[in-house]
């Protein structure tokens, strides 16, 4: 009902039903919108950080003024503010929203321009994984695991390769869920740089687990299926890092992503 099941041969594999794409569809969008929560959550504690220190700015003179102001006018005050916050929050929401959808849009396209691609799966493509990695290095690390996951589902819905329900799991939502790592280093001294390592090998963790498992049968003559899949996935995954490292290296292409973030952020 929900998924096609094909066989060639020995090779048994599941491709999902329009009815369910349909559910795909919904997990992904479940998965957005909790990204979005987190992601807000992360732009406002932040305002409230940058509130709080302009605060403690102000003179004890002007503390008292502004006091006497807001008592003689607190019924008025107090209403704006309440509308104010609505439409702060609406305005966040919105953005955070659009930030995390970009993401896994673009990621989706250049996840398609490939440089090579792997006979058995695989392939180095223009910088996708350095996309998917940045709403964990903008939000943290709950909106980046959560974008990275929801990216995982929409590219099951494109292009499905399925021969078992623990497959799945790890190859889609866990292997590009791990992407969201990068959100341990959002405030960290060059976090971009070890936020996309720990994303990459987060990944490359969750690729080798699969081929380990499920892959054994391609693995090279001679080679044992846990060391074959280790370098197998290695050298794609790797390949690509080693590519956006190179164009993390232009300071023009770090500072660029740096002004992203502060926009991203920005209420």
């Not at 599941?14 to 009815?19: S, V």
């Not at 929409?154 to 329900?165: E, R």
């Not at 740096?258 to 920005?266: M, Q």
């Amino acid at each position: 009902m929900l998924y096609h099941v094909i066989t060639d041969g020995e090779s048994v594999s599941y491709i999902p039903t329009t009815l369910g794409k349909i559910l795909l569809a919904a997990i992904f969008l479940i998965l957005l919108a909790a990204a979005v929560f987190f992601a807000r959550r992360k732009s406002a504690g932040l305002k409230a950080l940058s509130n709080a220190g302009t605060n403690k700015a102000v003179g004890t003179d002007k503390a008292a003024a502004a006091g006497k102001t807001a008592n003689s006018n607190s019924s008025d005050a107090g209403s704006k503010a309440g509308s104010g916050r609505k439409g702060s929050a609406a305005r966040l929401t919105a953005k955070q929203l659009a930030f995390c959808a970009m993401a896994i849009a673009l990621g989706t396209v250049l996840s398609n321009l490939k440089i090579y691609e792997f006979p058995f799966g695989g392939s180095i493509t223009l910088l996708s994984m350095l996309i998917i990695c940045l709403p964990g290095y903008w939000f943290g690390l709950e909106a980046g695991l959560i974008t990275g996951a929801a990216y995982g589902v929409l590219q099951l819905i494109i292009d499905p390769y399925v021969i078992h329900p623990v497959q799945l799991l790890v190859d889609y939502p866990l292997a590009f869920g791990a992407f969201g790592l990068s959100g341990l280093f959002t405030e960290k001294k060059n976090g971009l740089l070890k936020g996309y390592a720990a994303g990459i090998v987060g990944r490359w963790i969750f690729a080798t687990i699969s081929g380990w498992i499920f892959f054994a049968e391609y693995a090279w003559e001679g080679w044992a299926p846990l060391p074959y899949s280790l370098v197998y996935n290695g050298i794609y995954i790797f390949s690509e890092a080693a590519i956006t490292y190179i164009v993390l290296a232009i300071p023009y292409a770090r500072s660029a992503l740096a002004r992203i973030k502060k926009l991203a952020l920005e209420p």
